[in-house]
């Protein structure tokens, strides 16, 4: 994936991303606000040595006293030191304990301590700094300093700058808390766009398809309102934005092949549910359109749907023509507008993969292009079984049916190795289901405002049905 790959991702998913950040945000100011307030006070001890009355021993007694600043460092928080405190402050805690709240630090090459204690109490984060530096004191003093020869410490430690009362609490800060918990959840919304563009990354717009493959976009089709297929939103008004959106793409066919023509495609999937009967549908209605005669075969005869969806008899159909129960033209049944015909399934049958590879098969297409001047087959997914491989290679070729935000990238992929492996020509490749929001981007809109009428009542019916697949 390239930089813009990541951008892109980042982009389609950016409610994400901005729901986690503010999450995080939320998040930390609700932790910022249940976390106890802490006080800090802090205070200074010098370090200082009585040896030496000529210059040189009182350098040399400089150079002593910042050796021994360290060791006092450590002691700051040692039990010796603590524990005095302990007792005189009534604490109920131990030396372990307490020394978890207390802070000793020397500032580089100096002979200054600073002493820090931090409690939920202002007022008890003074005393305890003030009794630390006090017990340090009288330890480095009493136990630990050096002694001259007339038994006198050489060292001692001189308070300089007094413990404060703090005013302000030092922790928690819920701006940074809020900052911190922002920017973590916005560092998973990343995260998770570019995981799901890596594990799931689907179709949104025909430069994906263009990335995998030099197949032609003949268009993208509208996603339809609620409730309504995508032939009952073309009959009920020719001229809406569906129905201009199917047009451009049965417009685009025509270029695909400039000698002679198409007079027969197949149309398919990756996968089910991808949109591609009601494509078939659609197509077929708009290429009547131009008096045409189109006929429309259902070649799914595992899962046959044009029977169900144009609520026309599935009984008779492409099986009963195929065993010669019936013929063509006794099986193929008038729908929709002039011209156009639908060869149903058909009774189902046990043996599909070898009808539609028989001979007969290859016969039928042969009498159905002579018979109408358009065959549209819709087949079975490409990635489920061979059928639409054999089927379009007995056709001019096939449309590949391609559903928004659905159809994967990787499925993409295997559908295209898996018709260059079985010779199978596709003609181009169909955007499915676009969102509405979008359409302006392709050029299609509404040059009619009043919807046409339906009289036979076929419109509401397949608003019954549903969306078809």
């Not at 993208?220 to 793409?249: C, K, Q």
Request: net charge neutral; hydrophobic share 45%; with cysteine.
């Amino acid at each position: 994936m390239t930089v813009g790959d990541y951008a892109r991702a980042v982009l389609r998913s950016w409610l994400v991303v901005v729901v986690l950040a503010v999450l995080g945000a939320t998040g930390g100011f609700v932790l910022a606000k249940l976390t106890p307030e802490t006080y800090s006070s802090t205070g200074a001890l010098l370090v200082t040595s009585d040896r030496g009355e000529s210059t040189s021993e009182l350098v040399q007694g400089s150079a002593y006293v910042q050796d021994l600043v360290a060791t006092y460092v450590l002691l700051a928080r040692s039990e010796l030191v603590l524990q005095p405190v302990i007792d005189e402050l009534e604490l109920d805690t131990t030396p372990r304990a307490l020394a978890s709240t207390i802070t000793a630090s020397s500032p580089l090459n100096s002979v200054v301590i600073e002493v820090s204690a931090t409690s939920r109490s202002p007022r008890l984060a003074q005393e305890i700094t003030s009794a630390v530096m006090a017990s340090l004191a009288v330890v480095v003093t009493n136990d630990v300093a050096p002694l001259d020869a007339n038994g006198n410490p050489t060292v001692r430690l001189t308070v300089i700058e007094n413990a404060n009362e703090p005013r302000f609490a030092v922790s928690p800060s819920t701006r940074n808390y809020v900052l911190i918990g922002g920017l973590i959840g916005l560092a998973l919304g990343i995260a998770f766009s570019v995981l799901r563009a890596f594990a799931w990354q689907t179709v949104r717009d025909r430069g994906d398809v263009q990335r995998l493959t030099t197949v032609p976009v003949l268009g993208e089709v509208v996603e339809t309102r609620r409730g309504t297929t995508l032939p009952a939103a073309i009959l009920n008004n020719p001229l809406g934005i569906e129905a201009e959106s199917v047009r451009a793409v049965a417009a685009n066919l025509n270029f695909l092949k400039v000698d002679g023509g198409l007079r027969s495609i197949v149309v398919t999937s990756a996968a089910s549910g991808e949109a591609k009967s009601s494509l078939v549908i659609a197509l077929g209605l708009m290429i009547a359109e131009s008096s045409k005669r189109v006929l429309l075969v259902d070649a799914d005869l595992r899962s046959p749907s044009l029977a169900e969806y144009t609520q026309l008899d599935g009984g008779l159909g492409l099986t009963n023509v195929l065993i010669g129960e019936s013929s063509l033209a006794e099986a193929a049944q008038d729908w929709g507008t002039d011209g156009l015909s639908v060869l149903t399934s058909g009774a189902s049958a046990p043996n599909p993969s070898q009808l539609l590879t028989s001979q007969r098969m290859t016969d039928l297409l042969a009498e159905a292009r002579k018979e109408f001047d358009f065959v549209l087959i819709d087949c079975a997914p490409l990635l489920a079984v061979t059928d639409a491989t054999w089927l379009g290679n007995q056709t001019d070729g096939a449309v590949l049916a391609v559903l928004y935000n659905k159809t994967t990238m990787r499925g993409l992929e295997k559908v295209l190795h898996a018709a260059e492996v079985g010779g199978l020509s596709l003609l181009g490749s169909v955007l499915t289901r676009v969102p509405r929001r979008g359409v302006s981007r392709y050029g299609v809109g509404s040059y009619g405002t009043q919807p046409a009428q339906d009289p036979t009542g076929l419109t509401q019916r397949l608003r019954r049905r549903g969306r078809a697949r």
